[in-house]
């Protein structure tokens, strides 16, 4: 840090703790886009911690496709379990003494207490408090001050206790958030902090956590707003500094409802590199979803701007509508601003990461078709999927290309003129450029047989496309050669010859 530039704001420490449950969630990676802007706004460090307690849950391989998501979205932390990093292990799995130590200790202070009951007796519980429709729910304390043989005594009683918070009437009533401000919440009940298997909940483990990793923001969904205090209270006991809180909306779909994997599939974060998504749109987009653009004129932006200008304040707290159709016209924007050899670098590697075939033809270089065809495509892409079906004519064999019905129908009754003249036309032209290919059309079909370039060249486009509609007929031509033009001109003509009856 040079001297003149000292930042006013210290460095941050920021983290984003998934469970490896299953595919990614787009709300992670969101996260992660706030995450990394405000670690890199102060100078700080972004931190990946796997949050790994819940073991029933966990899904094998779930870990490795977290880092292959932020890693492809340029997302990727300072420090986790994969890069390592001065506090770690990043996997709860691997702290789970740490835990036990602190559990003990707030039990042996006399802010924890062992509690024996069975689930089956709170489920029970939980099922009589529904009933009365007492105010007060959560745990009934029946535990709490027993020993392990006064309570084995009585009914309802596991071999194994798990350890709870014992709450204080002083419990925090709010707390201050980055974003929200001063928010209010619910009285915490007597949550447990150690579970039977000896693994943590999540409450013990995240404050445990965010304080040895030192942690200074800590950043996630506002689905935790109301267990605050809880964690509020376990700093409290331990003597730490809690981090700052920054309650992050929830994503929503068109109907309001959470994102979930169920329900949508955009919420699984692999989908959109399988749609054919650019990491830096949807990083862009993600940006955008309750927080205001950069610049006044365009939604269009990097990360760098994003985070040039990062602020808390700006955060709105409307859950944000994943709205797919804006991201589709980011995506096509960001596609737009590619270099042509890049654009054409992602494309090939897309159809590499999908597993995308090409006919044999024995004479075509994908590659190189693809970096010729990206003048002609690169307009029209909304996503990297819409390439393969957009030229997937100039990568056909030239005897076997698919002529779609509706093309050969809107032909006019006999093409035959039209193509003959076409043929010998372009066997003379030796340099097959677009301008050329053009030239030497309109002259043998518009000013030699006097059709109207709309009739003229409705054949030649069916030959070489096999479509009505397509991208660009005279720069296709130059991109499939000469050889290749002629080719498919004939084999419309041998299909759609008219025999004198
Ligand atoms: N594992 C928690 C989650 O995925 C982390 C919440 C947090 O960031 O503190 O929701």
Redesign the pocket.
Known sequence: MTAQKMPVIPPART?????PTGDP?V??AY?AVFDLAWARATGGAFVLRI?DTDRAREVEGSEAQIYDCLDWLGLTPDEGPRTGGPVGPYRQSERLDLYRRYAEELVAAGHAYHCWCTPERLADLRAEQAAAKTAKTGYDRCCLGLTRDERARMPGFAETPVIRMLVPDDAPGEFTDLIRGDVKTPFPDDQVILKADGFPT?HLA?VVD?HLMGITT????E??ISSTPKHLLLYRWLGWTPPAFAHMPLLRNADKSKISKRKNPAARLAWFREAGYLPEALVNFLELLAYPGVHPDTEVQTFAEFMGAFDWAKVNTTGPIFDLTKLDWLNGAHIRALADDDLAARIIAYWDETGQTFPATGRLDPARVVREAVPIMKERLTTLADAYPMIDFLLAPDDDLTLEDEALAGLPGDTTDALDAAVTALAGVDDFTAEAVQQALRTALVEGLSLKPKVAFAPVRVAITGRRVSPPLFESMAILGRDACLARLLALRAKTVVTPS
Do not use: F, K, L, N
């Open positions: 983290r984003v703790a998934p469970s969630h709300g992670t996260q949050e999540y995240v965010d800590a950043v996630r969904g689905e935790w």
